[in-house]
């Protein structure tokens, strides 16, 4: 293979390829036809016709309103997608809406609740299937609703299509939710694979019972459930007693609340899986709980697991892996090695190697700090990557604490006076402790971003800290556990604690896990005109990598979307937004032959902004290109 057709499997044709091989609704290659763009997840468009030199002239060409509250906790994280000149996409309130992708006028909208779907719609977005060449099936938007349904409209006109399960809605509760009660949340966008979408759903954090977080798999065409991989090993299947003697018994999770990816040359899906539950307190799952915490490979078809890599061992920090892993090429040692970046709450950037799991630049077992929770056994070390460098703070010294003025300063050694911090994997414990990066900080749920024509990897992260005490609570109304209680590490004025930069982005060098730069992201104006230099901000969501050189991002709590100079990390274009835009942007070919970039206007980091800002307005698609 050469390194043009390398190229293409990574870049825009990837989808193109992969869904021309079943049917004859294939995407142009100018369009976005996945969340992540490519089966891949890349988020690397091979569109051109915005450049570093011409970035600066970009304006709005239309903006669509859903008319949905902006409000939320974590805001309208969703990514559109476009196939042939239609942008396709949830509303926050039940919806789904096809545009055209010039003019973003109104093709079709169909209500959920027409079906009898309660509350939203889909979470981070839907997926396109390509139909059926072979039985005459036209193209599909599949859907998994919030609350346990998988169905599929047609791409053209958004009519339900009735064959699937019972009048057009499968039920995916069905057999589940019965014993446990509640709905079952599909936790992302379906992957799909020839005629299969495979799912996970989100089980939540704390409770020792509950809905299991096991993947499953779906026939498009018949309906039918064509495998289930238990993330909680059962008896006779590999790694059974990971969890204790009955820890395996209805266990709640862990399931996947990000993205998958898929290798569609050798029928793989990579799914990031979330943490433990009770998630800061393991005493009735001892051992090192396969696979939560983990990155698993599985065989699409079958469902049989390749391989996994655990990022966290008995996961009692709350780091469940919260980011897609993104398809990437490292040449080492003469060979090209088809590889994931998988971005983490831990802070670090694992490149795996995509046929094996193993770290393409190696790994080591550290000790960490202990745990001092009653009947709590943590374990005695953690992996940690050789390279690259950390991607975020991991720990912290007395002397990193903020210095954006003299009376914080002051104010936040006090405060890391009274806590344990112990470095890396500090737990929380029964006394206050301050944890790094925390589940506030880290890699977010955008997960890297790769250039495969420059091999560089782009990945945005945060560097917040949590202090925290274990207080007791009770798990699922049956066990005593331990649950953290937060205490705020913040200024008076609501700023971390920790010294800037509180949120970055950064380029890596994939063929040698070299950093290559790293920047602030984000920015509080305030703060700047005091004569601070440029902190960065909280941030959640991801990166588009063009192949003229640009890096588009939105994801930070200053309510701006960007463009950076890819080489350089140059800031070179910015545009204030009504609210924040909580999520990985896009780009897209029109049909009149224009580049569009599209922005979702929201607001989320409610839990990630410092100060904490108010959140007016609606829910807005916002497209720009060039005049």
Known sequence: MNRITQIALCGAATAALFFASQALGAPNAGDWPVVGHDPGGTKFSTLTQITPANVTGLKRAWTYDTGDPAGGFRGWEITPIVVNNLMYFPTARGKIVALNADTGTEAWKVDLTSFGIRGPGAKYGVSYWPGDAKRKMAPRIVVATNDGYLLQLDAKTGALYKKFGKNGLLNLAAGIMEKFGGNYTVGATPAIYKNIAILSPMSGEQGRYGVPGDPRAFDLITGKEL????????????????WGLNGWQDRRGPGSWVPMTVDTETGTVFIALGNATDQNYGGNRPGNNSYATSVIALDAVTGKLKWNWAITHHDIFDWDVNAPPTFVEVKKDGKVIKAIAQSTKVGYL????????????????????????????ASPTQPFPLKPEPISRVSMTREEVSRISPESTKSCQLQYDKAVQAGPDTPYMMIPSLVFPSSEGGG???????????????VNTRSLGTMAQLRTSRSSNMF????????????????????????????????????LWRVPLGEYKE??????????????GGIVVTASGLLFVGATADKTFRAFDAKTGKELWSTELPNNSVDTPMTYMGKNGKQYVAAVISSGLDNFNHPRLPSPGTNQITVFTLP
């Not at 331990?482 to 060098?509: H, N, R, T, V």
């Open 350 to 377: 694992w490149i795996l190697d995509r046929a094996t799991g193993k770290p393409v630049f190696g790994s080591e077992e550290r000790p960490v700090p202990a745990s001092d929770a009653p009947g709590e056994v």
């Open 480 to 515: 005593d556990s331990y649950a953290k209680q937060k205490i705020p590490f913040e200024d008076a004025q609501g700023y971390p604690c920790s010294a800037a930069p509180w949120g970055e982005l950064m380029a890596i060098d994939a063929n040698t896990a070299d950093m």
């Open 444 to 458: 977010g749920w955008g997960g890297a971003s790769f250039d495969p024509q420059h091999g560089v990897i782009y």
């Open 527 to 540: 703060l700047t005109a005091r004569g601070v230099p440029k902190t960065g901000t909280a941030n959640a």
């Open 227 to 242: 495998w289930r991989f238990h993330t909680v090993p059962r008896p006779g299947e590999a790694n059974f007693g990971d």
